[in-house]
T-cell receptor, first 114, second 111 residues
Framework: SAVISQKPSRDICQRGTSLTIQCQVD?????MFWYRQQPGQSLTLIAT?????????ESGFVIDKFPISRPNLTFSTLTVSNMSPEDSSIYLC???????????FGSGTRLTVV | SQQGEEDPQALSIQEGENATMNCSYKTSINNLQWYRQNSGRGLVHLIL?????REKHSGRLRVTLDTSKKSSSLLITASRAADTASYFCATAQGGSEKLVFGKGTKLTVNP
């Protein structure tokens, strides 16, 4: 299965600023997924990042707030823009392992906005 | 939106006991997966059961799937303190590769 390196592991940011989270995969993958996990909650899909095209966002998430880059088949970034305390969450990237295999997740970025 | 609903939301047991967690979902699925998350870190894949399978084992884990009831259960036998974590079910629907997660069960195994 793929190995994902996610950075940073945690950060404390001032409101109104932006944070870019990076995920590097050790193999080429078509789609990468970005999730948000609010405190004490489950994971919610933010968007699907495809190489060579714009990311596909889920309902309730917009590109201006969560711009995503996917410059090649092994790398993606998620930016959390103009942050507010409500953005304090764990953000995770993920890749699929194939139809009958599990998904691999990055170790997560714990974001606190003050 | 959440696809699966886990039950119970929290479970506290003693080491050596068995832990059973249940998951229900709403739409047709290709497969159902279970994941573990330790202390808000990344998720670890535990087991995947296909829609045409009814039961699957992996070590101390046993998963069942009832597509007629749209439900699954995860049994951890002979639990250990290291099994303390949150457990999530997740489903992939139709032709999509998007995983939709349930609300999760927080398991505490007391030494």
């Amino acid at each position: 299965s793929a190995v994902i390196s996610q950075k940073p592991s945690r950060d404390i940011c001032q409101r109104g600023t932006s944070l870019t989270i990076q995920c590097q995969v050790d193999s080429q993958v078509t789609m990468m997924f970005w999730y948000r996990q609010q405190p004490g909650q489950s994971l919610t899909l933010i968007a699907t990042a495809n190489q060579g095209s714009e990311a596909t966002y889920e309902s309730g998430f917009v590109i201006d707030k969560f711009p995503i880059s996917r410059p090649n088949l092994t790398f993606s970034t998620l930016t959390v823009s103009n942050m507010s305390p409500e953005d304090s969450s764990i953000y995770l990237c993920s890749v699929a392992g194939g139809r009958f295999y599990g998904y691999t997740f990055g170790s997560g970025t714990r974001l606190t906005v003050v | 939106s959440q696809q699966g609903e886990e039950d119970p939301q929290a479970l506290s047991i003693q080491e050596g006991e068995n832990a059973t967690m249940n998951c229900s979902y709403k739409t047709s699925i290709n497969n159902l997966q279970w994941y573990r998350q330790n202390s808000g870190r990344g998720l670890v894949h535990l087991i995947l059961i296909r829609s045409n399978e009814r039961e699957k084992h992996s070590g101390r884990l046993r998963v069942t799937l009832d597509t007629s009831k749209k439900s699954s259960s995860l049994l951890i036998t002979a639990s250990r303190a290291a099994d303390t974590a949150s457990y999530f079910c997740a489903t992939a629907q139709g032709g999509s590769e998007k995983l939709v997660f349930g609300k999760g069960t927080k398991l505490t195994v007391n030494p």
